[in-house]
């Protein structure tokens, strides 16, 4: 572990506050991260103060002035050589990951892969930030939109993907001209501090100004409402609990900012009679108790038919009941459930299970901590399996630990409304073999979520479509597809080469 950490340049303090490859001294309170595997520290983060905010602000607004004349594809080589220190380091910070944010190892370096691809995704679209050539209405003019740099974007990311979110945003957002200022979670700031490391070789060689790629690790007393509140941030990409989402987009739409929220899901699979079982119980099984049920598009919900509820059942709790033996320290090669976050987060699991009990669900398997007795901290628990309603209170909610409610249908429009009968709208898939179910599904009358799979459940989306939801899940969409263009200022520009002046809709203004 030492080896690893030297490595990644993490010491046993380090400064949380970087332009790019300078890092200032935090003035602001140390940070112990601790991981969740042991409770044990890894190590500190010297944290940012206000000043050392204005600092950073400083340098973000005047490196803007430099990167955006940059041209595109030319930002797109820094890019693809960030990427290429990526793949060096994927084992490091895999690593990393694992120690502070504890999914498996195996999952550690899914997520650095996700970064390395958006890299390369990013570089293709540093050649492609094309706007539509139009027809204009009037003679000899010539009319067409076009995409400019739109500034600071302030990112606010979450410790269960600690360092992917950043590069959907960032690789993208840098490509595209803007700077940007990263606020990661206060649970994982070491993966920051590392990737900053990673990546500061390559902006020193290739000159990128000091303030394109920031880092601020600090306490929301420090950096909360705020930084939202930031006028020269008019950008902000959040990823978070749909609570908090809906406090800082309030802050951002009172001064008229942007936001890109990604916050709660609530995903359901559902199980038609057709399913293939084999492929809908693997993919429900990762989805669930995948990163212990702490991803965004974790799957919280499985709408059967009842023609093969029982089966799915008896299929499921075998696959918990061997899944269970495999709980344990992530970075352990057969570990398939690593520790939640906090005591907390157990803590929330442990109520959650109460609370669908009193409301009449039934637990089929699991539910509990997980060898608490033998330790001086809990961070593990048992995955659930529970039969529920659809309408309790507690099946509405996003609990971010894993808990998979069991939900029973007749028909495909009662499973597709009992898909949708929740608040929020991230993620949600279909197994059949039937056409008629599977487009139904992924019509207007289907999945009102984001992101509708068939045949594929709900988690593990691929970095190049456009990853977000709507409802609760506020809307915003992020890394692939045309995500790009809300990094950027659109412009219409219409050009007059005649030597009249015609005005738009063949309006007379004679004097
Ligand atoms: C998240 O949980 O915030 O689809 C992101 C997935 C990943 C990203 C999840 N690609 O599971």
């Known amino acids: 572990m030492k080896e690893i950490l030297k490595r990644l340049g993490i010491e046993e303090m380090n400064s949380g506050v970087c332009t790019g490859s300078a890092w200032l001294q935090g003035n602001g309170k140390e940070n112990v991260s601790v991981s969740p595997i042991n409770n044990k520290p890894i190590a500190s983060v010297q944290t940012a103060s206000l000043d050392d905010y204005e600092t950073v602000i400083q340098k973000a607004q005047e490196a803007f002035k430099v990167w955006r004349e940059i041209p595109a594809p030319k930002r797109g080589e820094v890019v693809r050589l960030i990427g290429n220190k990526l793949r060096e380091h994927k084992e490091d910070l895999g690593y990393l990951v694992t120690l502070e944010m504890g999914k498996i190892y195996e999952e550690g370096l899914g997520e650095v892969q996700e970064m390395i691809d958006i890299c390369d995704f990013a570089v293709g679209q540093s050649r492609l930030l094309n706007g539509y ?215 929330d699991f442990l109520n959650a299970i109460k609370k669908v009990k009193e409301e009449g669900g039934k637990v089929l398997f699991g539910g509990t901590s997980y060898d608490c007795e033998n330790r001086s901290f809990c961070h593990y628990v048992v995955p659930a399996l529970v039969e529920a309603e659809n309408h309790y209170e507690i099946v509405q909610e996003e609990t971010f630990a894993p808990i998979l409610y069991i939900i029973k249908y007749k028909t495909i429009e009662e499973a597709i409304a009992l898909n949708n009968g929740v608040p929020q709208g991230l993620s949600s898939g279909i197994f059949t073999e039937n056409l008629r179910e599977a487009e139904l599904f992924l019509s207007e009358s289907g999945s009102d979520c984001g992101i509708a799979n068939v045949n594929i459940g709900t988690s593990g989306a691929e970095i190049g479509g456009a990853f977000g939801g709507e409802k609760d899940t506020g809307g915003g969409r992020e890394s692939g597809s045309d995500s790009w263009k809300s990094y950027m200022r659109r412009q219409t520009n219409t050009i007059n080469y005649s030597t009249d002046l015609p005005l738009a809709q063949g309006i007379q203004f004679g004097f």
């Open 133 to 347: 050539t139009m027809h204009s209405e009037r003679k000899q003019h010539r009319m067409y939109d076009q995409y400019q740099p739109l500034g600071i974007v302030g990112l606010i990311t979450s410790f269960n993907f600690p360092v992917a979110v950043w590069a959907w945003n960032a690789m993208v957002a840098a490509v595209c001209g803007d700077v940007v200022v990263w606020k990661p979670s206060s649970k994982t700031p070491l993966t920051a501090i590392a990737t900053q490391k990673i990546i500061a070789g390559v902006l020193k060689e290739n000159n990128v100004p000091e303030g394109v790629f920031n880092l601020i690790v600090a306490s929301s007393s420090v950096l909360g409402d705020n930084f939202v509140a930031d006028r020269r941030i008019p950008l902000f990409s959040i990823t978070g609990s749909t609570a908090v989402g809906k406090k800082l987009s309030g802050i951002i739409g009172a001064r008229l900012g942007r936001s890109i929220l990604e916050l709660g899901g609530n995903n359901a699979v559902i199980i038609a009679p057709s399913a293939n079982l084999e492929m809908a119980i693997k993919s429900v099984v990762f989805g669930a108790v995948g990163t212990a049920g702490q991803r965004c598009t974790s799957t919280r919900r499985i709408i059967v038919h009842e023609s093969v509820y029982d089966q799915v059942v008896e299929k499921l709790k075998i696959a918990y009941e061997s899944v269970s033996k495999k709980i344990g320290n992530p970075l352990n090669k057969e570990t398939l459930v690593g520790p939640l976050i906090s005591e907390g987060a157990v803590g």
